[in-house]
């Protein structure tokens, strides 16, 4: 079983979410086809998916059954800071991406990885968890709270992952935001995630370091790979 990648380095959202779709769409065809390559498209019946990784210019997002409350300031005002709002069709509230964040976005068959949604997820979040601990730090889960957290059972818990999925017949997309580093500013406009009493962090603000984005990039998709134990070609 194979997965591609592809880098697309910094993307409009709109544009990326359009790709996200198109590539969902082959996959679903292929399924109703019997599993058959989708002629035209060169995939073949051993392709699992696609891993898209991308930055994005300021953007924020809603889940389908997010709150509009959560976001604190007028679309209008979003417009002039230089920011994008757009309601998706993924699960949770509201989030931010933007430049210093990796986001990834795995359109993947489940079916044919051999995994369900929830053990998807928990994928995602272990695959997160594994890769910030390479910069030294110690992550973990919150119940009822998807997404990576810093010190989550503490008193400051802070989130440094969110994770948002849509899954469809067991194909997937969306995926998870990891802040690498994020200008973390832009999340005061919103309760992020829909939580009013946990911050958020990145990377960066962890450590003080600055970890090339390409370096996070491989060592995502290499732990990623391990997780979902199928090969996730790349060229990083």
């Known amino acids: 079983m ?8 910094t993307m409009d959202y709109k544009d990326c979410w359009d790709l996200q779709q198109s590539l969902f769409d082959t996959l679903a065809a292929r399924k109703s086809a019997g599993s058959s390559p989708v002629p035209g498209t060169g995939n073949t019946p051993d392709d699992a998916g696609t891993v898209l990784l991308v930055e994005h210019p300021p953007v924020y997002t809603l889940g389908k059954s997010g709150h509009t409350e959560n ?15 757009f309601h998706i069709d993924r699960g949770g509230d509201i ?3 933007g430049p210093g964040q990796l986001v990834c976005y795995p359109i993947l068959d489940l079916e044919r990885i051999g995994i ?3 053990g998807y997820i928990e994928a995602l979040e272990e695959a997160v968890i594994r890769t910030v601990a390479e910069y030294g730090i110690t992550a973990g889960r919150i119940a009822g709270a998807s997404g990576v957290w810093i010190d989550p059972e503490g008193r400051r818990p802070r989130k440094i992952c969110a994770i948002g999925v849509r899954s469809s017949r067991f194909i997937t997309m969306h995926g998870f935001a ?4 994020t200008d973390l500013g832009w999340f005061t406009r919103i309760n992020p995630c829909g939580f009013t009493d946990r911050g958020v962090t990145s990377i960066e603000s962890e450590t003080g370091l600055l970890p090339p984005m390409q370096e996070v990039k491989r060592t995502v998709v290499e732990v990623l790979s391990k997780v979902l ?3 996730i070609a790349t060229a990083l």
């Open 2 to 9: 194979k997965v591609s990648c592809r880098d697309l380095g």
């Open 71 to 85: 976001l604190l300031v007028t679309r209008e005002a979003l417009e002039g800071m230089g920011a994008q709002f």
């Open 95 to 97: 989030t931010f991406h």
């Open 116 to 118: 369900g949604l929830r």
């Open 178 to 181: 990891l802040n690498v580093s």
């Open 229 to 231: 134990r199928c090969k």
